[in-house]
């Protein structure tokens, strides 16, 4: 006689913190539903006072201007490139600079360290001018380039990378030497696959801060071709007349990827999180 003594782990059942966080969940998605019920609505309600909450109909002549009658679809291109030049280079520089950091024994590298955290402590406002005028003599103004180039790597991404190194255990790391693999294949096929949590939080802080980023691309460029979808948008807002449902439109357009990319990655962004929370 056998007995069975695989166990099912049990379901999790709703307790008091989901019906006191639905709520607040609500909260959050409220703004993001009225932008929508905007881009649909008929421009002549939207400039009432009060506006309605719900349009009388619906109406997609919004979306229908903004992809006819403007650059929206490059501006979107030049955007979806931008961030993704981002992505890949943080994911590549920040996890080399980060691992070089916390692993390798090199004269200076606690000095650097502190050098590449001091630069956060430097406002951005501060750097503009002398980015200008660098960027200038590069001859990347008023192309897609100026845009790119500001987020190839960060200070924040290497410090994230190279914390997450440190909880590694070096026993792996180790072995792997021991069985003849070398530097780079340790860090490749052993270290890597480890960072998967902390390379997707990564991923999705440089996504935010390149998808959203206005003030920058706002002083570097002035070419209409080489704009962004958030320095297009910016464009629609009028000295005198703001087209509010083109407007709402765009934001929608610009919010989905965001949101596809973060349902995408939320898994490995709760690892992180998780993982971070057992260490403390």
Not at 147 to 171: D, H, N, T, Y
Request: proline share 6%.
């Amino acid at each position: 006689m056998t007995v069975d003594t695989t166990s099912k782990a049990p379901k999790s059942r709703p307790s008091g913190w989901h019906l006191l966080l639905a709520p607040v969940a609500l909260l959050f998605l409220l703004p993001f539903l009225q932008m929508f019920l905007a881009s649909v609505s008929p421009a002549d309600e939207l400039l009432k006072f009060p506006p309605p909450i719900i349009p009388s109909r619906i109406d997609f002549s919004g979306f229908v201007t903004l992809f006819t009658e403007s650059d929206a679809l490059l501006w979107l291109g030049n955007t979806v490139l931008v961030a993704t030049s981002a992505i890949v280079s943080h994911l590549l520089l920040c996890s080399l600079a980060g691992y070089g950091f916390a692993r390798l024994a090199f004269r200076g590298r606690t000095v650097g360290i502190f050098m590449i955290l001091a630069t956060i402590m430097i406002p951005t406002q501060l750097l503009m001018i002398p980015t200008y005028l660098l960027f200038s003599r590069l001859r990347l103004i008023d192309s897609l380039g100026a845009a790119i180039v500001p987020w190839l790597s960060s200070a924040f991404g290497i410090f994230l990378m190279r914390q997450f190194f440190l909880s590694l255990p070096k026993e792996l790391e180790e072995s792997g030497l021991i069985d003849g693999a070398n530097r780079w294949q340790v860090f490749s096929r052993i270290v890597l696959p480890l960072a998967k949590p902390a390379l997707a939080t990564l991923a999705i802080f440089t996504l935010l801060g390149s998808w959203n980023d206005l003030v920058w691309p706002l002083i570097a460029i002035n070419n209409d071709h080489a704009f962004t979808l958030q320095l297009g948008l910016a464009n629609f807002q009028g000295t005198r007349r703001t087209e509010w449902s083109l407007l709402m439109a765009g934001n929608v357009v610009a919010t989905l990827p965001l949101i596809l990319f973060f349902l995408i990655a939320q898994k490995q962004f709760v690892a992180t999180m998780t993982l971070s929370g057992l260490k403390g």
